[in-house]
């Protein structure tokens, strides 16, 4: 099983990128999730969560401007990032709950890191 994300990429000061992820098999259903970030020399860090209900939370740095969804298919885990600012640079990576079916508790599994820059 592995995690996909997509929708990476360069843009300036201001603008808009969207991130996906979503399992490799379509047995699964992705229950929490979430989006982390790791900019060179720093520790990975928390960007935004949801959980099995629907529940988000995020950093204090990106509330606000970035939204992190599941579409009703459980599916795809998303996180729209607006506004986007030169300190949101980093490799962005997913890391979510993943259920087949007949299964009775989730299994967690990292995607592959995304990059995202942010040019001033």
């Known amino acids: 099983v592995q995690l996909q994300a997509s929708g990476g990429g360069s843009v300036q000061a201001g603008g808009s990128l969207r991130l996906s992820c979503a399992a490799s098999?379509?047995?699964?259903?992705?229950?929490?999730a979430g989006w982390y970030r790791q900019s060179p020399g720093k520790q990975r860090e928390l960007v935004a969560t949801?959980?099995?209900?629907?529940?988000?939370n995020y950093a204090a740095s990106v509330e606000g401007r970035f939204t992190i969804s599941r579409d009703n298919a459980r599916t795809t885990v998303n996180l729209q990032m607006n506004i986007l600012k030169p300190e949101d640079t980093a490799v962005y990576f997913c890391?979510?709950?993943?259920?087949?079916?007949?299964?009775?508790?989730?299994?967690?599994?990292w995607g592959q890191g995304t990059l995202v820059t942010v040019s001033s």
């Open positions: 949801i959980t099995s209900r629907g529940i988000t």
């Open positions: 890391n979510a709950g993943l259920r087949a079916v007949g299964e009775i508790s989730d299994r967690w599994y």
């Open positions: 098999a379509s047995i699964f259903t992705i229950n929490g």
